[in-house]
């Protein structure tokens, strides 16, 4: 099946800074979402993107759709305390047999130290 | 709308025994998910479901049942369980059609010992 690679796995920074990571495939997909899960919570949506170079802002957050559909990024900028939590994305191929089906990145563990 | 509702919680298990994690949504999406999430990992998908009465195996299947006779609600049935079942287990929920982005549930965390 799919295999989404996130990067990087864990990431430590200081209050106001900005931050980058990103996810590849090695198969296309239709659609990118950008997931945070905060402890003992389930996902919440942050980002989606639909189209290939697409690029959209939520806030502090931007998150890009490749060109080649194999890969995407989310930039948080001007980090906060409350941004800690771990960042997953998913990849869904579309098309009326994938059903929504997502195949999810291992997660970014985000710590940001006041 | 109370979204995607999970119960219960928590939960510690013996080896061997049985018990139904309960998945509902109030959204009226058509389609429903299971997944589990294991430390360090990103979440599998166990089984999914495209409407009442229609249910299929995603990735991680084995050890698993599921159900979907309401719209509503999804449940996942653990019939021997074992200490590989040991993990947090999320419900998801998708409206269909052009709009792909799941809703997840707030989820339970299994314990078998």
């Known amino acids: 099946g799919q295999q989404l690679n996130q990067s990087p796995q864990s990431m430590f920074i200081q209050e106001g800074e900005d931050v980058s990571m990103n996810c590849t495939s090695s198969s296309i997909f239709n659609t990118w979402l950008w997931y945070k899960q905060d402890p003992g919570e389930g996902p919440v949506l942050l980002i989606a993107l639909y189209k290939a170079g697409e690029l959209t802002s939520n806030g502090r957050l931007t998150a890009q759709f490749g060109i080649t559909r194999k890969d995407s990024f989310l930039n948080i900028s001007a980090s906060i305390p409350s941004d800690v939590g771990i960042y997953f994305c998913?990849?869904?191929?579309?098309?009326?047999?994938?059903?929504?089906?997502?195949?999810f990145g291992q997660g970014t563990i985000l710590t940001v130290h006041p | 709308n109370a979204g995607v509702t999970q119960t219960p919680k928590f939960r510690i298990l013996k080896i061997g025994q049985s018990m139904t994690l309960q998945c509902a949504q109030d959204m009226n999406h058509n389609y429903m998910y299971w997944y589990r999430q294991d430390p360090g990992m990103g979440l599998k998908l166990i089984y999914y479901s495209v409407g009442a009465g229609i249910t299929d195996k995603g990735e991680v299947p084995n050890g698993y049942n599921v159900s979907r006779s309401t719209t509503e609600d999804f449940p996942l049935r653990l019939e021997l369980a074992a200490p590989s079942q040991t993990s947090v287990y999320f419900c998801a929920s998708n409206p269909a059609g052009e709009v792909y982005e799941q809703y997840f549930g707030p989820g339970t965390r299994l314990t078998v010992t």
């Open positions: 998913a990849g869904q191929l579309g098309g009326g047999t994938s059903y929504g089906k997502l195949t």
